[in-house]
């Protein structure tokens, strides 16, 4: 499996998110950082990580100039040609604004920067990324996010709900996200934004790894594949 | 030739943080404010002479860039 982590300024989980996807794909060789200006992405790619951080320092609206930098037209195009691609934290909300995954990430609705741990449900096992999960268990993951409220048009919503696309739900939302959202997947169930940090979760030293389910779903679907 | 840009939240969309300065109006004691919306305004200057020309460019830097359409409304005006 060849992994690819684009790196923005002001990226602060890429190296987290490298590590975690290193464990699962035979080590860091085979996983590239890959610098936003760039225009191409490595041959041979099999997934994507767009991490989380604060790319541009939030100017504008978060992860609106970063879903305009140079390397997402690949990363869009790599996405519609069925490539998986999964964004974390800040990395979900470039790939709202890149189009890629539909609705929006608002101010939290208590206005507060959140940083703690938060209790997920997860509502699929119908994607890779949630491939080693159960239906229905639930997840102890951080947040670390001001801007997680997630919000999308009645229809879109019903669409993601009917579709089977919520991949997790908060069992309390922190941030006033609609219907509880954390985390949802895209029509092929190939691309998935969350706000909460399961690179974070990855490494039983460092406070749990209810996280490492996620990536090992995604080195299954790389092999089976 | 410069050109202002107001970026709003289409209506129905939450506003916390207007709903937070409504709040902190109402605590200041300025009565009678029944609802706050919070939006940016951005000014370009820009090289284009022509007044539909800039204009016509100014809404693509809108719908690139500048607003978010899915929840903000944008409108354009020339200096």
Excluded at chain 1, 124 to 132: D, E, G, Y
Excluded at chain 1, 197 to 208: I, S, T, V, Y
Aim: proline share 4%.
């Amino acid at each position: 499996m060849r992994a690819a982590v684009i790196q923005f300024p002001g990226s602060n989980c890429d190296r987290d998110m490298a590590v975690a996807l290193a464990n699962v794909a035979g080590g860091a060789k085979n996983v590239s950082m890959v610098w936003h200006k760039d225009a191409e992405l490595p041959k041979g790619l099999d997934v994507i990580g767009i991490p989380g951080g604060f790319s541009f320092g939030d100017y504008l609206r978060c992860g609106a100039i970063a879903a305009r930098s140079p390397i997402m037209d690949a990363v869009v195009e790599f996405a519609n040609k069925g490539g998986y691609v999964f964004g974390l934290c800040n990395g979900f909300q470039i790939l709202t604004e890149s189009g890629l995954l539909p609705g929006v990430l608002m101010r939290n609705a208590g206005l507060k920067y959140i940083c703690k741990d938060v209790e997920l449900r997860v509502e699929t096992t119908a994607s890779p990324f949630t491939s080693r999960y159960t239906v229905g268990e639930v997840v102890t993951v951080p947040v670390a996010h001001h801007d997680g409220n997630y919000s999308a048009d009645p229809d879109t919503l019903k669409r993601l709900v009917g579709d089977d696309r919520v991949a997790f739900r908060y069992t309390e939302t922190p941030n006033g996200s609609m219907d509880d959202i954390a985390g949802i997947l895209s029509a092929n169930k190939r691309v998935l934004g969350m706000m909460p940090h399961p690179e974070r979760r990855a490494d039983a030293q460092l406070g749990g790894t209810d996280g490492v389910r996620f990536f090992e779903g995604i080195a299954d679907a790389l092999v089976s594949a | 030739m410069k050109a202002r840009v107001h970026v709003t939240l289409k209506n129905g969309v939450l506003d916390p943080q207007g709903a937070a300065v409504a709040h902190s109006l109402g605590a200041l004691g300025f009565e009678g404010v029944n609802d706050v919306r919070q939006g940016k305004v951005i000014e370009l200057d820009l090289a284009e002479t022509d007044k539909a020309q800039a204009e016509a460019s100014v809404k693509q830097m809108c719908e690139k860039l500048l607003a978010n359409t899915v929840i903000e409304n944008y409108s354009v005006e020339i200096l």
